[in-house]
């Protein structure tokens, strides 16, 4: 089974902290996500990569950034969290589809972060 | 732009009862679909997934979904509900033309099984 594991369930931080949230896959994926979800607002794709050292902004990728050293590895970071930041943060990843026999590839989640920004 | 509807943001079964969810999108063909289900405080784990094989589709847990063409739906079902379906099912549709097949996710359905 696919494995998607971010490293921390719960976290707490201050108001203009740098926070860094980690993602780990280990199916050699492709691609990797981060969402955040909100009650009432669904799930919103902040960044996407690819492949190593590629990203692609989401929908909504202002105030975060991202970075992907290794390709089992996507993390995400808030470089001045602030509370509107307070959310749950889902890391995904999936087998690249374009140009594969198997184009319906599903993405994998791992089990969320809930950041609490004060 | 592909997009996905939801039909109720809330939908409240008796147990034992049937599960209908219904799902419409709109994709360029062939659409790649999927159905996740979300228990409270966990991710998204993925119940089914459409392939061209067949139009109707058996997923985990007793769910199935059924893609009909002509009226651009995937509804998902389960003839009867258990307390243990209680949870936010998402419908979501994939691009796969573009690297990174990219996910657009409806808006969820959250589901109340009564005892």
């Known amino acids: 089974d696919v494995k998607v594991t971010q490293s921390s369930r719960y976290l707490v931080k201050r108001t203009g902290e740098k926070v860094f949230l980690e993602c780990v896959q280990d199916?050699?994926?492709?691609?990797m996500f981060w969402y955040r979800q909100d009650p009432g607002l669904g799930l919103r794709l902040i960044y996407f990569s690819y492949d190593v050292k590629m990203k692609e902004k989401g929908d909504i990728p202002e105030g975060y950034s991202v970075s992907r050293e290794k390709k089992e590895r996507f993390s995400l970071i808030l470089e001045s969290a602030s509370t509107n930041q307070t959310s749950m943060y889902l890391c995904a990843s999936s087998r690249e589809a374009k140009g594969s026999m198997y184009p319906n590839q599903p993405q994998h989640f791992g089990d969320g972060t809930r950041l609490s920004i004060l | 732009a592909q997009s996905v509807t939801q039909l109720g943001s809330h939908v409240s079964v008796s147990e034992g009862a049937l599960v209908l969810l219904r799902c419409n999108y709109s994709s360029s063909v062939p659409p790649y679909l999927f159905w996740y289900v979300q228990y409270p405080n966990q991710g998204l784990q993925l119940l089914l997934k459409?392939?061209?094989?067949?139009?109707l589709v058996k997923g985990i847990n007793g769910f199935e979904a059924e893609f009909k063409k002509s009226e651009t739906s995937f509804h998902l079902t389960k003839p009867s509900a258990h307390m243990s379906d209680a949870a936010e099912y998402f419908c979501a549709v994939s691009d796969s033309k573009a690297a990174g097949n990219k996910l657009t996710f409806g808006g969820g359905t959250r589901v109340l099984v009564k005892p």
């Open positions: 199916m050699d994926h492709e691609n």
């Open positions: 459409y392939t061209s094989a067949a139009t």
